[in-house]
T-cell receptor
Framework: SQQGEEDPQALSIQEGENATMNCSYKTSINNLQWYRQNSGRGLVHLILIRSNEREKHSGRLRVTLDTSKKSSSLLITASRAADTASYFCATEERGSARQLTFGSGTQLTVLP | SQTIHQWPATLVQPVGSPLSLECTVEGTSNPNLYWYRQAAGRGLQLLFYSVGIGQISSEVPQNLSASRPQDRQFILSSKKLLLSDSGFYLC??????????FGPGTRLTVT
């Protein structure tokens, strides 16, 4: 079953605005990762946050993790039309030997 | 550098026909390999993973099977396709690190 659930399912914003996507999960995890998928393509790894971390930055990306609430958020600042894609969170559960459980994704559309 | 290949890119097969999708990884040795399926507009469902040659773990019971005949080759097969097997099939690898690297995918349509 899908552990990670993203919210919202779809998000449409103007170029230059910030985009925030949320992910909730159910079990104890080793880490949480965010991936991006352009339409009809494979997934690309964006950022990883470990269970003992609370916040991480990478360029225009900011990820937070709240293990007490079993939730994470991905913030994309100053969005660009090229950021249009689906974004997935994936959790590596404790004891899962590098297996990931993916959420259903957020479809982000950035309008020029 | 490492690269991952999948073929074919698209495939249209009739119900009841066999299936063979291939995934190969270059530039690394002894990777963990994964097969996922993605239904339209949905997330990824892990089908199989392998930690070594001949070692296959199945996550979801179905009419699909996987094999790893060589260290960097992962094959997804079916003897008889069902309509419900339609989807986007993705192969991924990891080695040492935590993040997974995905291939370009195969779009399978069962008619």
């Amino acid at each position: 079953s899908q552990q990670g659930e993203e919210d919202p399912q779809a998000l449409s914003i103007q170029e230059g605005e910030n985009a925030t996507m949320n992910c909730s999960y159910k079990t104890s995890i080793n880490n949480l990762q965010w991936y991006r998928q352009n339409s009809g393509r494979g997934l690309v790894h964006l950022i990883l946050i470990r269970s003992n971390e609370r916040e991480k930055h990478s360029g225009r990306l900011r990820v937070t993790l709240d293990t007490s609430k079993k939730s994470s958020s991905l913030l994309i600042t100053a969005s660009r039309a090229a950021d249009t894609a689906s974004y997935f969170c994936a959790t590596e559960e404790r004891g899962s030997a590098r297996q990931l459980t993916f959420g259903s994704g957020t479809q982000l559309t950035v309008l020029p | 550098s490492q690269t991952i290949h999948q073929w074919p890119a698209t495939l249209v097969q009739p119900v009841g026909s066999p299936l063979s999708l291939e995934c190969t990884v270059e530039g690394t040795s002894n990777p963990n390999l994964y097969w996922y399926r993605q239904a339209a507009g949905r997330g990824l469902q892990l089908l199989f993973y392998s930690v070594g040659i001949g070692q296959i773990s199945s996550e979801v019971p179905q009419n699909l099977s996987a094999s790893r005949p060589q260290d960097r080759q992962f094959i997804l097969s079916s003897k008889k396709l069902l309509l419900s097997d339609s989807g986007f099939y993705l192969c991924a690898w990891t080695h040492g690190g935590i993040e997974q690297y995905f291939g370009p995918g195969t779009r399978l349509t069962v008619t």
